[in-house]
């Protein structure tokens, strides 16, 4: 990057004037809480410091937040001019301030491929929501800095990218949409004496979750890890999120029980986002034949059928139904991240519609996603240009 210096991160860490709010001693004060829940729904939360649990991190226009807790999802996150109440962040954020970093320019960099593999390096934990980024690590990763002028081109040309990609997530959202509905509908149609009949999620289906990977088990070279941000919200495997690897003696040894099969319906278990319905949404995505060899990691769940009455694709439908969401929302634990696994699953009740039901809502979903499908190839251009753009970025390659 021309006439760019590298500096290490924690030279964007503020030290004086670094302070906390306990907001219960204001209790009739009005925040805007910066929170891992309010960046996942896309504002700050406003609460009364009486409603508000913990001391949090007083926060400024302009810092740059970054989310230390379920690493493998990329949250950075710019605070925005407050509309007039006083604004805190909870303790899951590093938080960086400094005049020579444009914050917008911070924040790509923060979300891109190259720093995320360097900040994954910085991660300890047994897994799921108990992993968390180190920051005294994080504040040793290097940071090319151009000058403002430069950053904020940069800048502007990703953000450029990043509303395209905007579009594309909410053209998503409406499929899912279109889906969820189709599942209602679904039940409409038991309704009309055609009733299914309610197992245990675990008579009709086997699961499993992946094994705690250690950080120095990882290798560069192998068999890959499948990692919570490796499922998309596109019902994708992208083996480029977060990508690890563990040795083949050890992928075929050790955790030989853990490799995924094709047709495996794969699916995360931790930092599981909630809607504005105040309802969980999970993703998942089969694995194909060009995922393989891979092998499941912490705070992944696979599924199979035990039953020929038991299918992954209605399983799949199911998995984005209201049915589902709320039993999950009601048992699910965690606070700034929801978690859950087997123990929970087991818990569950479907209900498998009559044969006819079934079969004609697996072709209608099936049409639907040909129709999603059709629009993938400029979809997936756009995923690699982005991959592209903010890789050239961060060494100079980008130009207006």
Same mark, same amino acid.
């Given at each position: 990057?021309?006439?760019?210096?590298?500096?290490?991160?924690?030279?964007?860490?503020?030290?004086?004037?670094?302070?906390?709010?306990?907001? /219960?001693?204001?209790?009739?004060?009005?925040?805007?809480?910066?929170?891992?829940? /309010?960046?996942? %729904?896309?504002? /700050?939360?406003?609460?009364?410091?009486?409603?508000?649990?913990?001391?949090?991190?007083?926060?400024?226009?302009?810092?740059?937040?970054?989310?230390?807790?379920?690493? @493998?999802?990329?949250?950075?996150?710019?605070?925005?001019?407050?509309?007039? +109440?006083?604004?805190?962040?909870?303790?899951?954020?590093?938080?960086?301030?400094?005049?020579?970093?444009?914050?917008?320019?911070?924040? @790509?960099?923060?979300? +891109?491929? *190259?720093? @995320? %593999?360097?900040? &994954?390096?910085?991660? +300890?934990?047994? *897994?799921?929501?108990?992993?968390?980024?180190?920051?005294?690590?994080?504040?040793?990763?290097?940071?090319?800095?151009?000058?403002?002028?430069?950053?904020?081109?940069?800048? /502007?040309?990703?953000?450029?990218?990043?509303?395209?990609?905007?579009?594309?997530?909410?053209?998503?959202?409406?499929?899912?949409?279109?889906?969820?509905?189709?599942?209602?509908?679904?039940?409409?149609?038991?309704?009309?004496?055609?009733?299914?009949?309610?197992?245990?999620?675990?008579?009709?289906?086997?699961?499993?979750? *992946?094994?705690?990977?250690?950080?120095?088990?990882?290798?560069?070279?192998?068999?890959?890890?499948?990692?919570?941000?490796?499922?998309?919200?596109?019902?994708?495997?992208? $083996?480029?999120?977060?990508? %690890?690897?563990?040795?083949?003696?050890?992928?075929?040894?050790?955790?030989?029980?853990? $490799?995924?099969?094709?047709?495996?319906?794969? &699916?995360?278990?931790?930092?599981?986002?909630?809607?504005?319905? *105040?309802?969980?949404?999970?993703? !998942?995505?089969?694995?194909?034949?060009?995922?393989?060899?891979?092998?499941?990691?912490?705070?992944?769940?696979?599924?199979?059928?035990?039953?020929?009455?038991?299918?992954?694709?209605?399983?799949?439908?199911?998995?984005?139904?209201?049915?589902?969401?709320?039993?999950?929302?009601?048992?699910?634990?965690? +606070?700034?991240?929801?978690?859950?696994?087997?123990?929970?699953?087991?818990?569950?009740?479907?209900?498998?519609?009559?044969?006819?039901?079934?079969?004609?809502?697996?072709?209608?979903?099936?049409?639907?996603?040909?129709?999603? @499908? !059709?629009?993938?190839?400029?979809?997936?251009?756009?995923?690699?240009?982005?991959?592209?753009?903010?890789?050239?970025?961060?060494?100079?390659?980008?130009?207006?």
């Amino acid at each position: 990057m021309t006439n760019a210096r590298e500096i290490e991160l924690g030279e964007l860490m503020p030290q004086e004037g670094r302070s906390s709010v306990n907001p /219960a001693d204001y209790p009739g004060e009005v925040f805007e809480l910066l929170s891992i829940p /309010a960046y996942d %729904r896309g504002s /700050a939360e406003i609460a009364l410091g009486s409603e508000i649990g913990s001391t949090k991190q007083a926060v400024q226009p302009g810092d740059v937040l970054l989310s230390k807790i379920v690493p @493998h999802i990329r949250r950075a996150w710019v605070v925005e001019p407050s509309a007039g +109440s006083r604004q805190i962040a909870s303790s899951e954020w590093i938080v960086f301030r400094s005049k020579e970093a444009d914050a917008r320019y911070l924040r @790509h960099f923060l979300v +891109s491929d *190259g720093f @995320h %593999r360097q900040f &994954m390096q910085t991660v +300890s934990g047994v *897994g799921g929501s108990l992993l968390r980024a180190r920051p005294k690590y994080v504040a040793k990763i290097k940071i090319p800095l151009p000058t403002l002028e430069e950053q904020r081109r940069i800048a /502007a040309i990703l953000d450029k990218g990043e509303s395209i990609e905007a579009l594309f997530s909410k053209r998503e959202k409406a499929f899912r949409s279109v889906e969820e509905s189709l599942f209602t509908a679904l039940h409409e149609g038991d309704n009309r004496g055609l009733t299914g009949k309610a197992y245990s999620l675990s008579d009709v289906f086997w699961f499993q979750e *992946g094994p705690g990977v250690r950080n120095w088990q990882f290798t560069t070279s192998g068999v890959k890890l499948l990692n919570v941000g490796n499922i998309t919200i596109e019902g994708k495997v992208d $083996l480029r999120r977060s990508e %690890r690897h563990v040795s083949e003696d050890e992928a075929f040894g050790k955790y030989s029980h853990f $490799l995924v099969d094709e047709g495996d319906l794969l &699916m995360p278990s931790s930092g599981i986002p909630i809607e504005g319905d *105040g309802l969980l949404r999970t993703r !998942s995505a089969f694995a194909t034949s060009s995922d393989l060899p891979l092998c499941m990691n912490t705070s992944t769940i696979r599924f199979k059928p035990k039953k020929e009455a038991a299918s992954l694709l209605f399983l799949q439908g199911w998995l984005q139904s209201r049915e589902f969401r709320v039993q999950i929302t009601k048992l699910v634990t965690g +606070s700034a991240q929801k978690n859950f696994g087997p123990s929970h699953l087991k818990q569950l009740t479907i209900t498998l519609p009559h044969p006819s039901l079934q079969d004609g809502f697996e072709k209608r979903l099936t049409r639907i996603r040909e129709l999603r @499908h !059709s629009l993938h190839p400029s979809e997936s251009n756009l995923s690699e240009l982005m991959f592209s753009l903010g890789n050239l970025a961060f060494k100079g390659g980008v130009s207006a």
